[in-house]
């Protein structure tokens, strides 16, 4: 088991930055590739990041490619995601995620979740 705690979220102005955290704990996180999604009212969960157990990959949704960047710190068990350039439309609650695998964009193949954190993105 991996319990995932997100932190960080809240409330800024359009263009503004913020960096979430995901804390882990339980099994080695570290051998664990580790993503964030989020998720607007009224709408399906969607990937936005993924970085590999190494850090040596990252990959991206469009829409957050150039402005958002994951990051991890196995020692410290904690993965990051810095939101640069914020708009309103990345106004979400934002999921940390982990899976004992490759990377991939769809919730269903990741095994372990976080509770969410609110990111509110005014205009």
């Known amino acids: 088991q991996v319990q995932l705690v997100e932190s960080g979220g809240g409330l800024v102005q359009a263009g503004g930055s913020l960096r979430l955290s995901c804390a882990a704990s339980g099994r080695t996180f570290s051998s664990y590739t580790a993503g964030w999604f989020r998720q607007a009212p009224g709408k399906e969960r969607e990937f936005v990041a993924a970085i590999t157990w190494s850090g040596g990959t990252t990959y991206y949704a469009d829409s957050v490619k150039g402005r958002f960047t994951i990051s991890r710190d196995n020692a410290k068990n904690t993965v990051y995601l810095q939101m640069n350039s914020l708009k309103p439309e990345d106004t979400a609650v934002y999921y940390c995620?982990?899976?004992?695998?490759?990377?991939?964009?769809?919730?269903?193949?990741?095994?372990?979740w976080g509770q969410g954190t609110q990111v509110t993105v005014s205009s």
């Open positions: 995620t982990a899976v004992e695998g490759l990377i991939a964009t769809v919730v269903a193949l990741y095994d372990y």
